[in-house]
């Protein structure tokens, strides 16, 4: 994770969080007040979100210290404490929010996709995310699905080209398309096509696209059609993947599964603080 980045990011969710002060902590605990707040986790799954606890603190005030019981990847059990802090109480207090908000959210995707990863062990088969991230928080978010066992998909609109059907539309044609595109952007960029029909998937495979993605296709259809499609090519499902589902996917041979769920509609872990006073600065 690119940690200056992280920070940048925290100030600005505690410029919008914390604005021109805490009005509780600041009216109810002296400036000299200090305390001590642990992480801990509710409920058992990955952790995600180390350096969001040790950045974010740092963050709201340098000189609270820091202490982490878990690791990014590692399991948290119900009950565990997951990290404790140490210092001023209002800066400790006016910083829980936004931390625990990101890694609540960070281990429920972590968690959501080692289970997902679980389920396709058996197989060669990836899975990775979409762009279907929180706006904002697409870094954590990805972050995330690595820290589980994940892969990432494009990081943005930016790192590769994603064909879909306003813009085959538009080209008029899979051939048009991705002509046009291998004669202006650089040749380090991945082409990725987005099919439907077994005649879209010739198109795709004499275009020579980069990347295949068969779009809400059935696993049956997948393994009929893998064998089109040259083992440079890379080959990607998407849509209709669920707990249920996804093994079923993973038989096919496909190199990728990408899941918009890992992200888009996961529910965030419960992961609490609590803080107990140790007493006054000097």
């Given at each position: 994770?690119?940690?200056?980045?992280?920070?940048?990011?925290?100030?600005?969710?505690?410029?919008?969080?914390?604005?021109?002060?805490?009005?509780?902590?600041?009216?109810?605990?002296?400036?000299?007040?200090?305390?001590?707040m642990q992480i801990i986790a509710k409920t058992a799954g990955i952790f995600c979100g180390?350096?969001?606890?040790?950045?974010?603190?740092?963050?709201?005030?340098?000189?609270?210290?820091?202490?982490?019981?878990?690791?990014?990847?590692?399991?948290?059990?119900?009950?565990?404490?997951?990290?404790?802090?140490?210092?001023?109480?209002?800066?400790?207090?006016?910083?829980?929010?936004?931390?625990?908000?990101?890694?609540?959210?960070?281990?429920?995707?972590?968690?959501?996709?080692?289970?997902?990863?679980?389920?396709?062990?058996?197989?060669?088969?990836?899975?990775?995310?979409?762009?279907?991230?929180?706006?904002?928080?697409?870094?954590?978010?990805?972050?995330?699905?690595?820290?589980?066992?994940?892969?990432?998909?494009?990081?943005?609109?930016?790192?590769?080209v994603m064909l879909k059907d306003n813009h085959l539309a538009y080209a008029g044609s899979?051939?048009?398309?991705?002509?046009?595109?291998?004669?202006?952007?650089?040749?380090?960029?991945?082409?990725?096509?987005?099919?439907?029909?077994?005649?879209?998937?010739?198109?795709?495979?004499?275009?020579?696209?980069?990347?295949?993605?068969?779009?809400?296709?059935?696993?049956?259809?997948?393994?009929?059609?893998?064998?089109?499609?040259?083992?440079?090519?890379?080959?990607?499902?998407?849509?209709?993947?669920?707990?249920?589902?996804?093994?079923?996917?993973?038989?096919?041979?496909?190199?990728?599964?990408?899941?918009?769920?890992?992200?888009?509609?996961?529910?965030?872990?419960?992961?609490?603080?609590?803080?107990?006073?140790?007493?006054?600065?000097?």
């Amino acid at each position: 994770m690119n940690r200056m980045k992280l920070a940048s990011m925290l100030e600005q969710f505690f410029i919008e969080d914390v604005g021109d002060g805490d009005l509780s902590a600041n009216t109810l605990f002296p400036p000299d007040a200090l305390g001590e707040m642990q992480i801990i986790a509710k409920t058992a799954g990955i952790f995600c979100g180390t350096d969001v606890i040790t950045q974010g603190f740092h963050v709201m005030n340098p000189a609270i210290e820091v202490t982490c019981y878990v690791q990014d990847g590692e399991r948290m059990e119900d009950q565990q404490v997951l990290a404790v802090a140490r210092g001023p109480v209002r800066s400790l207090l006016s910083a829980e929010r936004v931390i625990l908000n990101c890694i609540q959210r960070m281990s429920a995707i972590a968690t959501k996709t080692a289970q997902l990863t679980k389920l396709i062990s058996g197989s060669d088969t990836r899975v990775c995310d979409t762009r279907k991230t929180a706006p904002g928080l697409r870094m954590l978010d990805k972050y995330a699905v690595r820290t589980g066992g994940g892969f990432n998909h494009r990081n943005g609109l930016y790192d590769a080209v994603m064909l879909k059907d306003n813009h085959l539309a538009y080209a008029g044609s899979i051939t048009n398309a991705v002509a046009q595109l291998r004669s202006r952007l650089g040749h380090t960029v991945k082409i990725e096509v987005e099919i439907e029909t077994l005649e879209q998937l010739k198109e795709a495979v004499k275009a020579e696209a980069d990347i295949i993605m068969f779009d809400n296709r059935l696993p049956e259809q997948i393994t009929e059609w893998l064998p089109l499609v040259p083992p440079h090519i890379i080959t990607e499902a998407s849509g209709m993947i669920t707990e249920e589902t996804i093994e079923a996917y993973g038989n096919t041979g496909i190199d990728y599964i990408s899941v918009g769920a890992l992200t888009h509609s996961v529910i965030a872990a419960d992961i609490s603080a609590t803080l107990q006073l140790t007493g006054q600065g000097d």
